[in-house]
Each structure stands twice: as structure tokens, then as C-alpha cells.
């Protein structure tokens, strides 16, 4: 079993930064040799989008990704010894508000933003005020 929590959630007012956290806990985790994981984030009414992915294993250098409208803003990182992922976001803008969810799944050979991930957090909730 495999479990996904986020924290970090909050308001803000525009341009202002937030960091998330999502703490991955089971055993069945640490049996991958490589990993994808990555934050999505969804308004109601609205589909869910993918904003940052990140490819990790234990002998490459990791390989992060971003959607359009989050790159250069948003940046994704994780601490291994803690397996933790991290969602720093910088520059905030109300249309960035949202349930922000992580996820991640053992590296089956395919590492994108459109992945479908085996685990899912349940989300934490973000407010841009302008």
C-alpha cells in the first residue's frame, strides 16, 4: 500500500509564494527502482491539469517538467532520504488557485505531465486573491 498526503495549502494574495509538500509513505514505495510523480491541481467545474512531473532514479540526474502556464514560476523538487515532493510556487496568480494534488507511480517507461498515476493524495486547497 502506498499513501500520498499534501500539506502546504493556503491563501495568498497575488504574487505572493506558497510551498506544498507531499509526504509518500508504504512499503511497496521504496521497491521501485525508478519513479514519476507529479502535482495536478483542479477548480471545480473544470478538468484537472497537470502543471509539474519529475522523473527520479537512483543513478540519473532528475528530469522536471512544466506546463506552460506554471514554468518559470513553479518548481518541482524532492527530498529522497524523506521522500517528500515539493511544489515550490512563486509569482502567484488567481487563475493558479485550485486543488493542487499530487501523485506518483513506480516508472513503468513513460514519464509525462498527462501521465495517470497509480497513487493520489487527496489534495490541498490554494487561494490567489488579487
Known amino acids: 500500500q502506498v499513501e500520498l498526503g499534501e500539506s502546504g495549502g493556503g491563501s495568498v494574495q497575488a504574487g505572493g509564494s506558497l510551498r506544498l509538500s507531499c509526504q509518500v509513505s508504504g512499503s511497496r514505495w521504496r521497491r521501485y527502482r525508478a519513479y514519476c510523480m507529479g502535482w495536478s491541481r483542479q477548480i471545480p467545474g473544470q478538468e484537472r491539469e497537470a502543471v509539474a512531473g519529475?522523473?527520479?532514479?537512483?543513478?540519473?540526474?532528475?528530469?522536471?517538467f512544466y506546463a506552460a502556464s506554471v514554468k518559470g514560476r513553479f518548481t518541482i523538487s524532492r527530498n529522497s532520504a524523506k521522500d517528500t515532493l515539493y511544489l515550490q510556487m512563486n509569482d502567484l496568480k488567481p487563475e493558479d488557485a485550485g486543488t493542487y494534488y499530487c501523485?506518483?507511480?513506480?516508472?513503468?517507461?513513460?514519464?509525462?505531465?498527462?501521465?495517470?498515476?497509480?497513487?493520489w493524495g487527496q489534495g490541498t486547497q490554494v487561494t490567489v486573491s488579487s
Open positions: 519529475i522523473y527520479f532514479d537512483e543513478d540519473a540526474d532528475d528530469n522536471k
Open positions: 501523485a506518483g507511480e513506480g516508472y513503468d517507461g513513460s514519464c509525462r505531465l498527462e501521465s495517470t498515476f497509480d497513487y
